[in-house]
């Protein structure tokens, strides 16, 4: 798989958690809601699944961010590869003829040097995604306890119990995805840089 299709892989990942983590947050939103009918029994329930929402749009925010920094990967890589084909073209037309090598020499420098530079901010945008990626799967693990959080909650839920642990049991199940989504992500981002 080439570069560019890893990259594009990567950024149908991203958008696989934004969906997911979007999920999350209308679960969270319904588990409110049904924590208050619930009454002070699931008082606790109701603190976990507010955490449970906000870090659910930290991830999708974390996310959408990703995207922008996938969108601009794709345009440094696409520029550097259309260098190397400039530069690629120079070498070849310089070896037709002797007098061409000179004039075309200086050109191929300036190319190369142009090209080093690309090369160095795709470099450090790779390094930034894997930084942001990491950060999330962090975020990811965070989600989890606050999910089994809610699972230990569900059970103080009196006569909705079984309502606040489906609820509990889903978000957890999201959240499993969620990770595994990112553990893709970084996969084929730790592709992209080899």
Known sequence: MSELQLIAAANEEIKSV?????????????????????????????????????????????????????????????????????????????????????SISVACQRSQADLSAMVKGVAALRHELLSVISRTGKQCAVGM?????ATIEAAYGAAMQAVLRQIAVGVETSIGQLSTHIHTLKTQMQEVEA
């Open 145 to 149: 306890v606050i999910a089994r959080s």
């Open 18 to 102: 934004v969906g997911i983590a979007e999920n999350i947050s209308l679960i969270s939103v319904n588990a409110m809601l049904v924590a208050r009918q619930a009454g002070t029994h699931a008082v606790g329930f109701g603190v976990v699944a507010r955490e449970l929402r906000m870090n659910s749009e930290r991830m999708a925010a974390a996310m959408l961010g990703l995207s922008s920094l996938i969108g601009r990967l794709v345009v440094a890589t696409a520029r550097s590869r259309s260098q190397t084909r400039r530069i690629n073209s120079l070498n070849a037309t310089g070896r037709c003829s002797q007098q061409a090598q000179a």
